[in-house]
Every structure is written in structure tokens, then in C-alpha cells.
């Protein structure tokens, strides 16, 4: 499945953004999808999976800001962020694990930047 990735952009600490990762198929079926970021320097390291039952993870730093969700008739997956901070600065990255074996498909990855 193809991932295109959309929103993102410049904003003030404080501020919130949301990102939104639409397949090129229906998304019911994978097993689960979820969000990557890096860090100019960092590694990738994930902010939050979604499975196809609704069940979350969140890496902790993000947990009570950020909210995962997909909606599977739009066959798109957002990631709602909020009270964002200088540290959530990355390039932020969707993916879709179809079987649950292992990540397959990538976003193309987007941009957010926040500013003091």
C-alpha cells in the first residue's frame, strides 16, 4: 500500500498540528500503522501505533498530547498533536505493518518544526 502524508508545517511551541497519512488502499485490514519521528542527529524512534482494533501505544514523552486514530472509511490515519514543544521538532514519518510481521510501507515523511 502507498502512504501519503499530509499536514505538518511551522508552529509556535504551545501550538497544535495534525498529520494524516491516507492509503492508497483500504486500511481496515492492516493489522496495524502508526508514526515514526527523527530528530536532526537522532534516531527514529516511534511516537504511536494504532492497531486494527483501536488499541494505542504511545512513546511516553508524547502521551497526554498526542492522539493516534484512523478512520477506516477514509482509509486515513491522523496524528492529532497538541501543546507541542520545541523537542517535537522531526521529520515525522506514517507506516502501515499489514500481518502484524513487520513495517512494509513508509510515508514520505513530513516536516514539523516547532518554533519558541
Known amino acids: 500500500v502507498q502512504l501519503v502524508q499530509s499536514g505538518g508545517g511551522l508552529v509556535q511551541a504551545g501550538g497544535s498540528l495534525r498529520l494524516s497519512c491516507t492509503a492508497s488502499?483500504?486500511?481496515?485490514?492492516?493489522?496495524?500503522m502508526g508514526w515514526y519521528r527523527q530528530a536532526p542527529g537522532m534516531q527514529r524512534e516511534l511516537v504511536a501505533s494504532?492497531?486494527?482494533?483501536?488499541?494505542?501505544h504511545y512513546e511516553d514523552s508524547v502521551k497526554g498530547r498526542f492522539t493516534i486514530s484512523r478512520d477506516n472509511a477514509k482509509n486515513t490515519m491522523y496524528l492529532q498533536m497538541n501543546s507541542l514543544k520545541l523537542e517535537d521538532t522531526a521529520v515525522y514519518y506514517c507506516?502501515?505493518?499489514?500481518?502484524?510481521?513487520?513495517?512494509?510501507?513508509w510515508g514520505q515523511g513530513t516536516q514539523v518544526l516547532v518554533s519558541s
Open positions: 507506516y502501515a505493518d499489514p500481518m502484524g510481521w513487520g513495517i512494509t510501507d
Open positions: 488502499g483500504s486500511i481496515s485490514g492492516i493489522d496495524a
Open positions: 494504532i492497531t486494527s482494533y483501536g488499541s494505542t
